[in-house]
């Protein structure tokens, strides 16, 4: 009897071992991969704050300014963030080359803006989502809308609180290696 209680003893041993090492791998692996996905996330987050965004101010069709489109309060609004990478001053719609190294494109809508389909195709042309900032009574419909609506990553932005939003959270979740 005595030793059959042993053997019994052993094995329940060798067997609460064996459960804890399993258990033990198995939140092991579990919480690795918990951390590596949350690593990648702030990796991306990271390395897309880096990134510059760039703005758009809309202009007359003889490049002047449209009175109350600099869109100023805006842009000290992004700057002031520290956050995020506003690439330089603004520039006129028309004239911008973006490239992959940007982040977002934020432009100033205005109806009637000429030039829009070249600009949707430059940005098509480099992958990058554009926020279309409509400040003010500049509603985007019509033809503008449907042309808009072609790019899938085209975001609206009525008010300065909703831009800041927009940007960061593409920022944030957007994967820009992937083409």
């Not at 996330?41 to 760039?54: A, E, F, G, S, T």
């Amino acid at each position: 009897m005595q030793q059959l209680w042993s053997a019994l003893s052993t094995l329940s041993l060798l067997q609460w071992t064996i459960l804890a090492i399993i258990w033990l791998g198995t939140n092991v692996l579990i919480y690795g991969a918990f951390a590596k996905w949350i690593f990648r996330r702030q990796w991306r987050l990271y390395r897309n704050l880096k990134r510059p965004v760039i703005v758009l101010i809309p202009t007359m069709n003889s490049g002047q300014m449209i009175p109350g489109g600099e869109m100023k309060s805006e842009i000290q609004l992004l700057k002031t963030n520290k956050l995020l990478n506003i690439a330089e001053e603004p520039q006129e719609y028309r004239t911008f080359n973006p490239s992959e190294k940007h982040c977002v494109v934020v432009i100033g809508y205005k109806p009637g803006m000429e030039g829009l389909p070249d600009i949707l195709s430059r940005v098509k042309s480099n992958h990058v989502p554009l926020i279309v900032y409509t400040y003010g009574n500049n509603a985007v419909g019509g033809s503008d809308k449907k042309l808009l609506d072609e790019y899938p990553y085209t975001l609206l932005a009525n008010f300065p609180l909703t831009l800041l939003n927009q940007i960061f959270s593409t920022v944030a979740s957007y994967p820009y290696d992937r083409k």
